[in-house]
């Protein structure tokens, strides 16, 4: 019940059926995971989007991806066309690289995306929006597109879990600069990217 605990009081003992915030949650014993049937969006599973620039993907990301897709039914991580961010990978490579990194996740899927991320929502019929909290200054960053994003589509909502304190110093850019000075990047990087992100630095 970990990333409910906050939205939820705890369900009776014999129940695995429980309203929260207008959302009926039914609980996976088998699985432990969690499903959403808001009846009126016809939607019976617990699809979370988790959405980024990826640039590069390393182990704060990855840390997310496993602890949300023990809690979901679904996962899809969606990679983000950089905006104003000045990454060196292409949307295609960082796409490649987190399917390498999600491979061993059989609920995780990987997509691409651009334009508003809460049409992506809908088009996903997603139950919330996943992302990280690092800091106070992740929380600054992250509220007002919370905000922003239940006023482009009431039920887009955004969910949040806390960084792991062995990864919550990690940031992309942290990993790209890194890159750039050509260091090893792999106490930061999941391993089976390591060799092929250093290559796309030095070419
Ligand atoms: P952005 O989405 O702003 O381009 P990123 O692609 O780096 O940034 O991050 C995607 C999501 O992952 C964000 O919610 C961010 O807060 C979260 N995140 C980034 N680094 C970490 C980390 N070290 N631990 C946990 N979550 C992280």
């Excluded at 996943?130 to 955004?158: H, I």
């Amino acid at each position: 019940t970990k990333l409910l605990d906050f939205a939820c009081s705890e369900p009776p003992q014999n129940l695995s059926l429980w309203p929260c915030n207008g959302i009926i949650l039914r609980k996976n014993r088998e699985e432990g995971r969690f499903s959403a049937f808001p009846p009126e969006r016809g939607i019976i599973v617990f699809r979370l989007i988790y959405p980024g620039s990826f640039d590069p993907p390393h182990k704060g990301h990855l840390d997310l991806i496993a602890r949300a897709s023990a809690l979901a039914d679904e996962l899809i991580v969606a990679v983000l066309q950089n905006g104003d961010k000045a990454g060196k990978l292409s949307l295609e490579t960082r796409c490649k690289l987190l399917k390498q990194v999600c491979a061993g996740y059989d609920n995780v899927r990987v997509r691409t995306f651009r334009g508003a991320l809460a049409d992506f929502f809908s088009e996903e019929k997603a139950t919330a929006l996943l992302r990280g909290l690092r800091s106070a200054d992740d929380f600054g960053y992250e509220l007002p597109m919370t905000v922003v994003n239940r006023g482009l589509k009431a039920d887009c909502e955004t969910l949040f879990l806390a960084a792991s304190p062995e990864y919550s110093f990690i940031s992309s850019s942290l990993v790209r600069e890194l890159l750039r000075l050509q260091k090893d990047v792999s106490p930061y990087v999941p391993e089976c990217i390591v060799p092929e992100l250093e290559d796309l630095y030095q070419a």
